[in-house]
């Protein structure tokens, strides 16, 4: 969330919408994919989503306990005006 940016023109034209992403990461908390699986309805914020997902970037490590080579999850961005 700390990383999500709310672009400027979407602001100005107060556009709102939230953006569902499915990521995978890898094993060494390295970002090996994010798609949109379902889309705001704007395209602007649906790539500011994206964006804000690998800006997040890297993320911590999978812990060994889960023996997992990586681990794919959805979230859900949302671009508010508040």
């Known amino acids: 969330e700390s990383s999500k940016k709310y672009p400027v023109a979407a602001q100005t034209a107060r556009v709102e919408g939230r953006t569902c992403v499915k990521i995978t990461i890898l094993k060494n908390g390295r970002l090996k994919k994010v798609e949109v699986v379902k889309p705001?309805?704007?395209?602007?914020?649906?790539?500011?989503?994206?964006?804000?997902?690998?800006?997040?970037?890297?993320?911590?490590?999978?812990?060994?306990?889960?023996?997992?080579?990586?681990?794919?999850?959805?979230?859900?961005?949302?671009?508010?005006?508040?």
């Open 40 to 82: 705001s309805g704007r395209k602007i914020l649906d790539r500011a989503a994206v964006q804000s997902v690998r800006d997040a970037a890297p993320f911590p490590p999978i812990p060994e306990k889960l023996k997992k080579d990586e681990i794919e999850m959805s979230i859900a961005l949302v671009f508010k005006i508040t």
